[in-house]
């Protein structure tokens, strides 16, 4: 009969958990599309699909639904009305907010925070 044997948990020394913290950290900033932003807005009743991809948190899925639902409606009356597209929700459309509007023409693009690595302003 086999007994099992009681595995002591190998203590981590603090500096070598300090290192992978900060590694861990780094990873995921640098997973983040938040090293560029958008600038401008973006009207939810005429831009296209690559259009809506600039507001954030969409993709080009998301984008698709929303024209999808733009179709359905004829248009959306508010910002609000965004909720009905399916992955949208309260917080997402809060990140959304300062980028949407429902006249006017969309002035958005993205813009990538100037860094020394970069090189000299072109």
């Known amino acids: ?13 603090w ?15 640098m997973a983040l599309p938040g090293w560029a932003s958008t600038v401008g807005v973006v009207n939810i009743n005429t831009a296209s699909a690559s ?4 507001l954030p ?3 080009a899925q998301r984008a698709a639904a929303i024209v999808a639902v733009r179709k359905k409606l004829g248009g959306f009356r508010r910002p609000e009305d965004l909720i009905e597209v399916e992955g949208i929700g309260q917080v997402l459309l809060e990140r959304m ?4 509007v429902i006249e006017g023409s969309t002035t958005a693009r993205r813009v990538r ?3 020394p690595a970069a090189g000299p302003p072109q």
Request: overall charge positive; hydrophobic content about 45%; some cysteine.
């Open 1 to 13: 009969m086999k007994t099992m044997k009681t595995v002591r948990a190998r203590r981590i020394p």
């Open 113 to 115: 925070p100037k860094t």
């Open 15 to 29: 500096g070598r958990k300090a290192f992978l913290a900060c590694g861990l950290w780094l990873g995921v900033v």
């Open 57 to 59: 948190g969409v993709g």
């Open 97 to 100: 907010r300062p980028h949407l």
């Open 51 to 54: 259009e809506l991809e600039l």
